[in-house]
Each structure stands twice: as C-alpha cells, then as structure tokens.
C-alpha cells in the first residue's frame, strides 16, 4: 500500500508555516480520537505527542491539518488509519506507535 506525503515539501512553505502556525505545545497531553468516518465515535483515547507541522510520523511531515498521537491502546481497533502505511492499516495495529491523526478529530478531556 502507497501512502501520501500530507504535508508541504518546499523549503520556503516550510519556513512560512512555522512562523505562521501557532505551535502550542501540548505533548503528554489528554485526547480522545472521533472516527474520522464522520460517526463521532470516540475511537481511542491517548496523549498527542507532537502538534509541530515539521513533527514526522513514519518519516512523512505532519502538516498544518495533523497532529501527532501516541497509540497505547484502541477502543475500536478496527478503525481504519486516515493515512495508513505498509505496517499500519487499522488503529490496533498501531499500538505501541505513533501515527498522524486530523486535528479535526482529536477533542481534549
């Protein structure tokens, strides 16, 4: 399976996004992960590691519209990745990785 870059590439869109994009950090913190189906289910509880759009998740920009999540366990884990890679299709095979998830999806506690 291919996966999509998701995130800009130039040098220059890089620069401008940074000091555009307001980085507020917020690593460890509490979330919870709606299916990003549109059913608003919540489909994982867990801590996002990274809202930096120069953060990489399996080596692939995260971009303005991502965040970076930490997947410790699923409550749905047959929910399928909005970018999946060759190891990664679903939320539970995630588990113990990282992966990108819209900041769309992603409500706080």
């Known amino acids: 399976m291919e996966t999509q870059n998701f995130a800009c590439t130039s040098k220059s869109q890089k620069s401008s996004i940074t000091s555009k994009y307001n980085i507020q950090k917020v690593e460890n913190g509490n979330c919870k992960l709606l299916d990003w189906m549109g059913t608003g289910k919540v489909v994982r509880e867990g801590k996002i590691a990274s809202k930096d759009p120069m953060s990489k998740v399996h080596h692939i920009p995260l971009g303005l519209d991502y965040w970076k999540i930490a997947v410790t366990h699923a ?28 900041k769309s999806y992603v409500i706080f506690d």
Do not use: K, N, R, Y
């Open 75 to 102: 409550i749905v884990e047959d929910t399928l990745l909005i970018h999946p890679t060759s190891e990664f299709q679903v939320l539970g095979h995630a588990i113990g990785s990282f992966i990108a998830w819209s």
